[in-house]
């Protein structure tokens, strides 16, 4: 590499520009408004104290009146949790709400009821009930024991939820509680199980007899059948106390789930008849190595131990769905259906081929085999709750292969746990894209709609449980995503890029397909939350220059800026006082035919022959070529700085980006730091022929997956790029995480050359 004066000082400020440790500016003190911003890396590495914190957790009341968000002050310790805000719906009377005011405010998650007029939420461990017409909470359940996961049952006069790994069940109206569930975890080493219930002090349905049930002698006994026979009270009361002894005996015969030790117990779920539970149970990996990370500034002065994750191959977690019976305690595991289909068993004289979860071609040279018929087992597959139709008949259910892929759209038979394959998702190189795990019911009960890249964009699909193919209601060059049902259920909501990948719109469609409505005009980015009578939108909108800020607007089409009511400003006095750079996009072409988006900086005074900079976006799946503010503000920032020095600035969406459709988002597989690498190359070329930038004087930096790709460029392309600054990067991605790293390269002990031609480490003798 040159050691000349733009190495050094391209290294240098890429360096300081990246180092966001807080402690440097944790006595940064806010600017008054008098002050005018001067670029520096001081000022830019303030952070949140400069361009303020976005408001976010955006939610209605039930009434429509009403909008509650988390926001803080710029000005506000940085450590400092956000506040609950609330303002009305024409944007007036904005105001933070006092502690015990936001406790008392709706709740912003929970069940809504099905008439809409109560909330079951879940806070601090107890359970409790917002009455929305009375604007008023209820606690329902105060125990030692921390509940969660709160549901209304299908007849709406119940609610259920978990306590200690079981299911319960409460009555709204008298108040009695029940137990479900008999779910209990051995101990290691133990003979027997302990059960999970009955403790802290709650309700318990096991424990205790009822008083009076004692035999006494033959004067006592006689009394009692007097008693019993001249006072209808006294026989009420022992008719009512035969019948809780009988229940109690009845539920005394329930067969317990034990689960073995080490397995832990997910999220609960009640059918709508009431009669099973359907329990996630999740298997931690066994024989795997969490890396470990040392913490040096602590509280005890010593340094502590942070455990961090496993590395790629080692086998994940497993979880399975265990269908309960409440009145037996019977159980059957949910069966996905999916088994590996495993190839004859051979006597090889010259290779043997090892038989795993990923498609392996058969590389074997061997002649001479001899067949042994082998049973074809279980592939590895994720499974999730499922979700019933609103007339509780019929469940589906998504699930995901070890593999990464294929994913399905399943039909549950909660009787049998068996399932039915409604539609299958397939991709060579992994499943993934907007709006994965998008599933839900349409208002008939037949049919489910879902998202998938078959036609290479995420778009929107019905499927209907009788079978049958599955019909697409969106298609184009674009992606949809955070896909909702209006309140009568007659059309979708959804956020689409439709008419430029570098805009989030709202549009509405009918639930049949058709032609699509565009909502939102503002330009950039919208996040819309719609008012439940769907007359007016709540808008987290941002620009390229400009920060999230709040908009209400009417939910007609068309609305633009000046009918948008602002009502957060986010940033600093001082911030608004720079002109800051809307960044223009272009496009050139890769040596592919493909086309490659970038935004670019040029300097004012931009001559030909000037340096450049890269600055390479980090997590490889993330668009940052867009009309919106970017994660990267800081960068944003510092490309501000670096154009005042003469630098021209370029940021890409390379290979493996997000929001260009599937086989973008595939580009990489197989190879990081092939045509994600190869579309900076291409760059350098656009810039030199367009714009006159000096091949020999182009630099380029980045974090995490961008640091990667830095030292990629410096190890294997020496000659194009002269210096650069890689902050936090992947040099060996058999070190990184599974969950990340096999959807791309499969795993190590199985696709070896994968990760050799992908990892910096093995290139390092090309710096």
């Not at 709160?150 to 119940?158: A, G, L, S, Y």
């Not at 689960?259 to 609960?268: C, T, Y």
């Not at 019905?462 to 059309?491: A, C, M, N, Y």
Request: aromatic letters at 10%; hydrophobic letters at 30%; glycine letters at 8%.
């Amino acid at each position: 590499m040159r050691t000349n004066s733009f190495t050094r000082l391209i290294i240098a400020v890429c360096v300081l520009a990246l180092l966001t440790t807080p402690l440097i500016f944790a006595q940064q003190t806010a600017s008054t408004p008098a002050k005018k911003f001067e670029l520096t890396i001081d000022s830019i590495m303030r952070g949140p104290r400069l361009v303020g914190y976005a408001p976010s957790n955006v939610y209605w009341a039930q009434d429509s009146q009403k909008v509650y968000f988390r926001w803080k002050q710029a000005d506000e310790p940085r450590l400092k949790e956000t506040s609950l805000y609330v303002v009305n719906r024409d944007g007036s009377e904005l105001r933070r709400l006092s502690e015990e005011e936001s406790r008392l405010a709706p709740p912003a998650n929970g069940e809504l009821s099905k008439d809409k007029t109560n909330t079951i939420f879940a806070e601090d461990g107890n359970i409790f009930i917002y009455d929305h017409v009375k604007n008023e909470r209820k606690q329902l359940v105060r125990t030692s024991d921390p509940e969660s996961n709160p549901h209304f049952t299908f007849d709406q006069k119940h609610i259920y939820f978990t306590r200690q790994s079981n299911l319960y069940v409460m009555s709204l109206e008298g108040g009695s509680l029940e137990q479900l569930t008999d779910i209990r975890t051995s101990t290691p080493g133990a003979g027997g199980a302990a059960p999970t219930t009955g403790a802290g002090g709650g309700i318990n349905v096991r424990q205790g007899q009822v008083q009076g049930t004692q035999t006494g002698n033959e004067s006592q006994e006689y009394l009692k059948k007097e008693e019993r026979a001249l006072l209808d009270a006294v026989r009420e009361r022992a008719l009512q106390r035969e019948e809780q002894e009988a229940k109690r005996k009845q539920r005394e015969t329930r067969k317990p789930f034990t689960v073995p030790a080490g397995q832990n117990i997910g999220n609960l779920n009640l059918s709508p008849n009431g009669k099973l539970v359907i329990a996630s149970i999740n298997e931690p990996a066994t024989g795997t190595k969490a890396t470990i990370v040392p913490s040096y500034v602590t509280e005890s002065g010593y340094t502590e131990d942070i455990p961090g994750r496993t590395k790629a191959g080692d086998p994940p977690g497993r979880n399975r769905l265990v269908i309960i019976d409440v009145e037996t305690g019977e159980t059957k595991n949910v069966d996905h259906g999916q088994r590996l289909s495993i190839p004859p068993a051979t006597n090889a004289t010259t290779a043997t081929t090892a038989t795993t979860e990923q498609p392996q071609r058969d590389t074997s040279t061997d002649q001479n085999r001899t067949a042994r018929p082998q049973q074809p087992r279980d592939r590895e597959v994720q499974v999730f709750q499922p979700q019933w139709s609103e007339d509780g008949k019929n469940a589906v259910l998504m699930a995901r292969s070890g593999d990464n892929k294929d994913r399905w759209v399943l039909l549950l038979d909660a009787a049998t746990g068996k399932t039915k394959v409604l539609t299958t998702i397939h991709d060579d190189a992994w499943v993934g894209g907007p709006g994965s795990f998008t599933l839900g019911w349409l208002p008939d009960n037949r049919r489910v709609y879902f998202e998938s890249e078959r036609d290479g964009y995420a778009h929107l699909y019905t499927v209907s449980i009788e079978g049958g193919e599955p019909v697409q209601l969106t298609k184009g060059e674009f992606e949809v995503s955070d896909v909702s049902l209006s309140r009568d259920k007659t059309k979708f909501y959804f956020t689409s890029s439709e008419g430029s990948p570098f805009e989030r719109h709202l549009y509405t469609m009918s639930i049949n397909g058709g032609p699509r409505t565009k909502i939102t005009n503002l330009a950039g980015n919208n996040q819309v939350d719609v008012s439940p009578d769907e007359t007016t939108l709540a808008d987290i909108r941002s620009y390229s220059n400009k920060p999230p800020e709040l908009y209400l607007l009417a939910n007609k089409p068309g609305e633009g800026t000046a009918e948008a009511k602002s009502v957060t400003t986010s940033p600093t006095p001082e911030f608004f006082t720079y002109d800051w750079v809307d960044p223009r996009i272009v496009s050139f072409k890769a040596r592919d035919g493909a086309t490659v988006n970038g935004r670019i900086y040029v300097p004012a005074n931009w001559k030909r022959g000037g340096p450049a900079v890269f600055f390479v976006h980090g997590a490889g799946y993330l668009q940052n070529v867009h009309k919106w503010w970017s994660s990267y503000y800081r960068e944003y920032m510092f490309h501000h700085l670096l154009t005042e020095k003469g630098f021209l600035v370029f940021d890409i969406d390379y290979r493996g980006s997000a929001g260009y459709g599937r086989d973008w988002r595939t580009g990489i597989y197989r190879h990081m730091g092939g045509k994600d690498l190869s579309d900076h190359v291409d760059a350098v070329k656009y810039l030199v022929s367009e714009y006159g930038v000096d091949a020999k004087r182009i630099g380029l930096y980045g974090g995490s997956y961008g640091g990667f790709i830095t030292l990629m460029a410096l190890f294997t392309e020496p000659d194009v790029f002269a210096a650069g600054a890689a902050l936090r990067p992947v040099t060996d991605w058999a070190h990184y995480a599974n969950q990340y790293t096999a959807n791309i390269l499969n795993l190590p002990q199985n696709d070896v050359e994968a990760y050799r031609k992908s990892s910096p480490i093995y290139f390092a003798n090309g710096l």
